[in-house]
């Protein structure tokens, strides 16, 4: 089956650095990346729309100079949080569709816990 | 529709006992359905799926419902086992766009 692979799987870092997670899918390509984010016992909140090549789209209320979306590649892209702070400690995880399936089963990535001191 | 970021519900079974699963969705147009199993830690992982031109889903040990007229869908899962507790997500596609998340339910199987 299709693999989405994340990392880091976790990161702790200091208040106002920034940390950047990558999500890649390993065989097959991408056109189309989705970021999630999830707080502990929550459901998971979609962040943006990654599509290769293009700008990405945010979601209400998601910050886009917060969580810079790059999606360079068909196979790869990445989340960056800038100026982190505890609050942004949270669970994100990556989705994503195969090229040219416009059906809606994405594959999802394992996570990756943010922990912002 | 968009989760609310609720806390999520519980439901407790006995081992061996059928479960059921319910969510609400919110956009009439949305035209694919999808039920996760997400354990502790983990990203989701794909259950089953339903598209908007049909009413029940069955798949190895587990069935989806859906429900267009009131927007409903339901999970169930046959003889639970401990291996089934986990958090469930329904999630409903709009349009092949982006997959939203509904609130989650949390499963617990009793030995």
Same mark, same amino acid.
């Given at each position: 089956?299709?693999?989405?692979?994340? /990392?880091?799987?976790?990161?702790?870092?200091?208040?106002?650095?920034?940390?950047?997670?990558?999500?890649?899918?390993?065989?097959?390509?991408?056109?189309?990346?989705?970021?999630?984010?999830?707080?502990?016992?929550?459901?998971?909140?979609?962040?943006? *729309?990654?599509?290769?090549?293009?700008?990405?789209?945010?979601?209400?209320?998601?910050?886009?100079?917060?969580?810079?979306?790059?999606?360079?590649?068909?196979?790869?892209? *990445?989340?960056?949080? *800038?100026?982190? /702070?505890?609050?942004?400690?949270?669970?994100?995880?990556?989705?994503?569709?195969?090229?040219?399936?416009?059906?809606?089963?994405?594959?999802?990535?394992?996570?990756?816990?943010? *922990?912002?001191? | 529709?968009?989760? +609310?970021? %609720?806390?999520?519900?519980?439901?407790?079974?006995?081992?061996?006992?059928?479960?059921?699963?319910?969510?609400?969705?919110?956009?009439?147009?949305?035209?694919? &359905?999808?039920?996760?199993?997400?354990?502790? #830690?983990? #990203?989701?992982? &794909?259950?089953?799926?339903?598209?908007?031109?049909?009413?029940?889903?069955?798949?190895?040990?587990?069935?989806?419902? %859906?429900?267009?007229?009131?927007?409903?869908?339901?999970?169930?899962?046959?003889?639970?086992?401990?291996?089934?507790?986990?958090?469930? &997500?329904?999630?409903?596609?709009?349009?092949?766009?982006? %997959?939203?998340?509904?609130?989650?339910?949390?499963?617990? +199987?009793?030995?």
């Amino acid at each position: 089956g299709a693999v989405v692979s994340q /990392h880091p799987s976790w990161v702790i870092c200091k208040s106002g650095t920034s940390v950047k997670i990558e999500c890649r899918s390993l065989d097959f390509q991408a056109t189309t990346m989705f970021w999630y984010r999830q707080f502990p016992k929550q459901s998971l909140m979609l962040m943006a *729309t990654s599509n290769e090549g293009s700008k990405a789209t945010y979601e209400q209320g998601v910050e886009k100079d917060k969580f810079l979306i790059n999606h360079a590649s068909l196979t790869l892209s *990445t989340l960056t949080v *800038t100026s982190a /702070h505890p609050e942004d400690s949270s669970f994100y995880i990556c989705s994503a569709r195969r090229t040219a399936a416009n059906t809606g089963e994405l594959f999802f990535g394992e996570g990756s816990r943010l *922990t912002v001191l | 529709g968009e989760s +609310v970021g %609720l806390h999520l519900p519980t439901l407790s079974v006995q081992e061996g006992d059928n479960s059921i699963i319910n969510c609400a969705y919110s956009n009439s147009a949305s035209d694919y &359905f999808i039920w996760y199993k997400q354990e502790s #830690g983990k #990203g989701p992982q &794909f259950i089953i799926d339903i598209r908007s031109n049909m009413d029940k889903r069955q798949g190895q040990r587990v069935t989806v419902l %859906l429900n267009k007229t009131v927007k409903h869908l339901s999970l169930q899962i046959a003889a639970t086992q401990p291996g089934d507790s986990a958090v469930y &997500f329904c999630a409903e596609n709009e349009y092949g766009n982006k %997959l939203v998340f509904g609130a989650g339910t949390i499963l617990r +199987v009793k030995s």
